[in-house]
């Protein structure tokens, strides 16, 4: 196991319990995922997987052994792309990511073949020689991205490297962090973008206030819900009638219209599809466009928590 992490609890000065018995294990040359809205403690636990923090309850274990404030041993095979972007302004691309790797990394040579690979790999070959100050927001988080990745660590924690970047630099990003994998890197992704998780992760765990709420794979995960499938319904004009009628298919959770839009909740089984249309011209009324979707990772959080994955 890569990660083992045990009925962690982390209750910062201020009384905020960031962590609540925290559960989860990371298995060697996943994409594991962690998803939880703005705070639910994904950032307290990573600081605790690293040993940046202490807290009263728990334990880690990385890699097997003990993680400990002083596991130097452990914590040059971890590499941290952090959520906020920590570089030095006075240094360029190029030195930023040689001082980091430097920490990690004597030899001069390898050093060096180390620093050229990073920043081909993030596509920053145009903008060694530039300072932080000069580039873009995207940029900027690829050269974050480089200094976190260049010493080649087995595990690499990603917290929300997306933040704040344009679509296409968001793209980069995600398919940099398939590559790390593939070339055998276990990856911890953080974030609270369902959609980046379902396009990346083998293995997610949903956290809210500090523990995991659900786990599993993404089929998994929609598989543990009750909705089965989502109808979304454009109608030009409403009936309340129609709704009743809706409600009342033997399959049908929930059904709603708001803003021109009926959305029906269906469980799982049968589809709706046709009998909602065929109720549709029953009451004579005109619908513009209709599509039926699989519920998702909001669904799955909705369904547990009664809130959205995003405030
Ligand atoms: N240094 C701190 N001192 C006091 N409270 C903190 C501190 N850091 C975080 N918290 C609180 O702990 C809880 C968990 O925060 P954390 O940053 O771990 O969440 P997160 O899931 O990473 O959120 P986000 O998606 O916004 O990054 C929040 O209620 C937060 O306000
Ligand atoms: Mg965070």
């Known amino acids: 196991m890569v990660v083992e992490i045990k009925n962690l609890v982390k209750t910062y000065k201020n ?5 609540n018995k925290l559960n989860f ?3 060697e040359g996943e994409i594991f995922g962690l998803l939880g809205p703005n705070g639910s403690g994904k950032t307290t636990a990573i600081n ?5 923090l202490n807290y009263e309850e728990g334990d880690i274990r990385v890699f097997d052994q003990e993680m400990k404030a002083t596991s130097y041993n452990l914590k040059k095979d971890i590499g941290l792309v952090s959520q906020n972007i920590a570089v030095f ?3 360029t691309v190029y030195e ?3 001082y980091f790797c430097g920490l990690y990394i004597n030899d001069k040579t390898l050093r060096k073949k180390l620093v050229e690979e990073a920043i081909d790999f993030v596509s920053l070959n145009d903008f060694k020689k530039f300072f932080p100050k000069k580039l873009s927001g995207g940029l900027l988080r690829r050269l974050h991205i480089a200094c976190g990745i ?3 660590p087995k595990l690499i924690i990603f917290d929300e490297p997306t933040a704040g970047v344009d679509p296409q630099s968001r793209n980069k990003i ?3 962090i398939k590559r790390l994998n593939e070339e055998g890197a276990t990856i911890i992704y953080t974030t609270h973008y369902m959609e980046e998780v379902e396009e990346l992760c083998d293995y997610i765990i949903i956290m809210d206030k500090g523990s995991v709420i659900r786990e599993g794979t993404k089929l998994e995960l929609i ?6 499938e989502i109808n979304e319904i454009e109608l030009n004009n409403h009936s309340t009638e129609l709704i009743k009628d809706i409600k009342k298919l033997a399959n049908v959770l929930s059904a709603v219209y708001d803003n021109r839009l009926l959305i029906v909740k269906s469980g799982k089984g049968k589809s709706n599809l046709i009998d909602i249309l065929d109720l549709i011209k029953k009451h004579n009324l005109e619908f513009i466009r209709m599509h039926s979707k699989l519920p998702t990772l909001n669904d799955v959080f909705l369904e547990i928590t009664g809130k959205e994955l995003r405030d």
């Open 15 to 19: 009384g905020v319990k960031a962590l």
């Open 25 to 27: 294990q990371v298995r």
């Open 48 to 52: 605790c997987l690293l040993a940046l």
């Open 89 to 91: 302004t006075e240094l």
């Open 96 to 98: 930023n990511i040689d």
């Open 150 to 152: 260049a010493h080649k």
């Open 174 to 176: 995600l398919e940099g």
């Open 223 to 228: 598989d543990s819900i009750k909705i089965g």
